[in-house]
């Protein structure tokens, strides 16, 4: 599916630009011509080379289902971008990222993607609303389109940094057997999302250094602000992945803790047992002249001995702290 949007000579938004007012429009049109292609049909990839004469490596790049790092290529009179957003149905089950390709010119904007792409359809929508992206030039609408790809990454920052608190009060409160699987799929994720920010500031940085012709200065500072951005993102992702370090170390603790505890109390039952079964074992030798061993009262006096050390060893641990 093909949509695009453009400004006619009145300044008024027109949709559905036929390949012949693109091709006016690429030889000294003002203002911006977005075309976007979602899932495209092999016809309509093959405008791309013949309306846009777009190179066909990066037409390739563009279609291609295959994993692409971000990046962005200098082809003289336009640059290819490639960048990632992520797919919010199915976060925070599993973080998976959609490829979003942008072909930048001097008054265009190419977008190619496969599937629904939610920072498309925002800005897209917003250019139909009153077409001021389009007016003040195609490096604006390009920043409009990369800066509503960054916002829509906070949400999932937020999502794993509430997911990290919660966890902290779990373990302060009850730390439960979940919390190690539950830290590690939260550092899987900040981990995805490193991954993911890292070469997406690489390649916004370059653009805010007009390192290309189709960016103006005024522009430039625009995309330094969504670099800040995304500067931002990373640190708060890293100390998302801090925080979840630091929980699972306190859980790790807070287990220690407990088995202590357990191996204190089992240790403490074993010293008072140890000379009540001394006791026993001496008073049940065979021997003849055992004290007591003939008096009706030796069960009773052995059973008072036993219960003497009992409260005597307790009240020791009790001084001593161990209780």
């Given at each position: 599916m093909i949509r695009s949007c453009a400004l006619d000579a009145m300044g008024r938004v027109v949709q559905e630009v036929s390949p012949t007012q693109i091709i006016a429009h690429l030889l000294g049109g003002e203002g911006a011509l977005w075309a976007d292609f979602q899932s495209p049909e092999p016809q309509e990839i093959a405008l791309l080379t013949q309306v846009f004469k777009f190179h066909p490596l990066t037409i390739e790049d563009a279609v291609s289902r295959r994993y692409h790092h971000p990046k962005v290529d200098d082809l003289a009179d336009h640059i290819f971008i490639i960048t990632h957003e992520i797919d919010h149905d199915k976060f925070p089950h599993s973080l998976e990222t959609e490829e979003l390709a942008l072909f930048l010119g001097r008054n265009y904007v190419v977008t190619v993607h496969w599937g629904a792409s939610k920072s498309v359809d925002l800005v897209f929508e917003g250019c139909l609303r009153d077409g001021r992206s389009l007016s003040h030039g195609a490096d604006f609408l390009a920043h409009r389109i990369l800066d509503t790809v960054v916002d829509n990454y906070l949400p999932a920052v937020d999502l794993l940094e509430d997911r990290v608190r919660s966890l902290e009060l779990a373990v302060l409160r009850e730390p439960r057997r979940d919390v190690t699987p539950n830290v590690l799929e939260v550092q899987k994720?900040?981990?995805?999302?490193?991954?993911?920010?890292?070469?997406?500031?690489?390649?916004?940085?370059?653009?805010?250094?007009?390192?290309?012709?189709?960016?103006?200065?005024?522009?430039?500072?625009?995309?330094?602000?969504?670099?800040?951005?995304?500067?931002?993102?990373?640190?708060?992702?890293?100390?998302?992945?801090?925080?979840?370090?630091?929980?699972?170390?306190?859980?790790?603790?807070?287990?220690?803790?407990?088995?202590?505890?357990?191996?204190?109390?089992?240790?403490?039952?074993?010293?008072?047992?140890?000379?009540?079964?001394?006791?026993?074992?001496?008073?049940?030798?065979?021997?003849?002249?055992?004290?007591?061993?003939?008096?009706?009262?030796?069960?009773?006096?052995?059973?008072?001995?036993?219960?003497?050390?009992?409260?005597?060893?307790?009240?020791?641990?009790?001084?001593?702290?161990?209780?």
């Open positions: 994720q900040a981990f995805a999302l490193k991954r993911m920010l890292t070469p997406e500031t690489e390649v916004v940085r370059r653009l805010s250094r007009r390192e290309f012709s189709v960016i103006q200065a005024r522009t430039a500072l625009y995309f330094r602000d969504v670099f800040d951005h995304l500067m931002r993102l990373s640190d708060f992702v890293q100390s998302i992945d801090d925080r979840a370090d630091a929980t699972l170390r306190l859980y790790l603790a807070a287990l220690s803790n407990r088995v202590n505890d357990v191996v204190k109390v089992l240790s403490i039952v074993a010293a008072i047992f140890l000379p009540l079964n001394l006791v026993a074992s001496i008073w049940g030798m065979t021997f003849v002249n055992l004290p007591l061993r003939d008096s009706p009262y030796g069960f009773a006096a052995i059973m008072g001995i036993m219960l003497v050390i009992m409260v005597v060893m307790l009240l020791v641990f009790r001084w001593r702290k161990w209780l």
